[in-house]
């Protein structure tokens, strides 16, 4: 009987060992194949469960579903969706495909900016690789009392943004975006770069706005310490800066390629040619280039500069009006012959 009761015993407990190994091979050996490599799989905020499963369904292949929905309601997973934006590379586990998606590691996306223009191109650049889309990041920026508490307005918002590539959750909203740029933009604004400006007397919007006048107006980066220089000299002697660049963002126009007498009187803050000082904000995303051209400008008693009649890219610089207006001259000229008249 003892005997009996033994192999029973030592049966009964080597089927729940079998079983117990094939449960624990269907749990964490590998049983999810993603359909595409590699697999996207996007989660959206507010997502239910069901939801969670139809995307699971369209992007991998789960050999065992309902062993998937039996260990996800085990570790509660229903209870704790986390959006986001899960790369699987490499088929995997049903245990590890529950411990990534329970846990929100999520891969980043890249976004990358420069050569911007607007708010509206930037929000754009965003929108095309979040979550959110670019209708809500401009709404957000819309609101001044969103970031006024940080020394911006919407003017000069765009400043805020150092053309880069940085790396942004899926989900990540417009406030999230906000901060993430404020925190990149006092990061740039280092010690060094912030004891520069003070030693020229400028803020840091002011050397923004400088340097989205001069992105706009060299395409040598040489030249654009000495432009800067040029810019420089005509603040401190209180003379209008005469920034074609500004005459275009006046206008709305960046298709000019000659700024005629009749654009010098549009009527604009940002006609440089109408009012001293500085316009209310950059005329573009300014690029670190620009920004480092600024803060390293060169010392030198050019008040002038004129594009090269050779459309080489390059500007001859002038101390005096009557100097300058040679150059300007010749350079009309040459216009004149390649019958660029707008």
Known sequence: MKKRLFYIFTGAGIIFLILS?????????????????????????????NQVLDSIRSNLEVRNPELFIRAANKKRYPQSIKPGRYIIKE???????????????????????????????????FG??????????????????????????KE??????????????????PEGVYQRMLKEYNRFWTDERLARAA?????????????????DEVTKKDEKPRIAGVYLNRLKRGLQLQACPTIKFAMNDFTITRVLKVHLET?????????????PGPIGCPSIEGIDAVLNAEKHDYLFFAAKSDFSGYHNFSRTLSEHN?????????????????
């Open 91 to 125: 088929p995997l586990s049903v245990n590890e495909l529950i411990n990534i998606l329970r846990s929100g590691r999520q891969s980043p996306v890249k976004v990358t900016f420069n050569n911007i223009r607007t708010l509206n191109q930037l929000a754009g650049k």
């Open 267 to 279: 009527e604009s803050p940002y006609n440089t040619y109408k009012y001293k000082g500085f316009p």
């Open 128 to 153: 095309k690789q979040l979550e959110t889309d670019s209708v809500q990041i401009m709404d957000f920026f819309a609101d001044e009392s969103n970031f006024s508490a940080d020394g911006f307005t």
């Open 326 to 342: 040679r150059y300007a001259a010749e350079y009309q000229r040459e216009l004149n012959k390649r019958k660029i008249f707008r």
């Open 156 to 173: 000069t918002i765009i400043s805020l943004f150092i053309p880069d590539t940085y790396e942004l959750f899926w989900n990540t909203g």
């Open 21 to 49: 190994f094939f449960a624990y091979k269907q749990l964490f050996g590998i049983s999810v194949f993603p359909i595409d490599k590699p697999c996207v799989l996007y989660i959206p905020s507010g997502s239910s469960y």
């Open 199 to 215: 030693e020229k007397g400028l803020n840091r919007i002011e050397v923004s706005i400088l340097a989205s006048i001069i992105d």
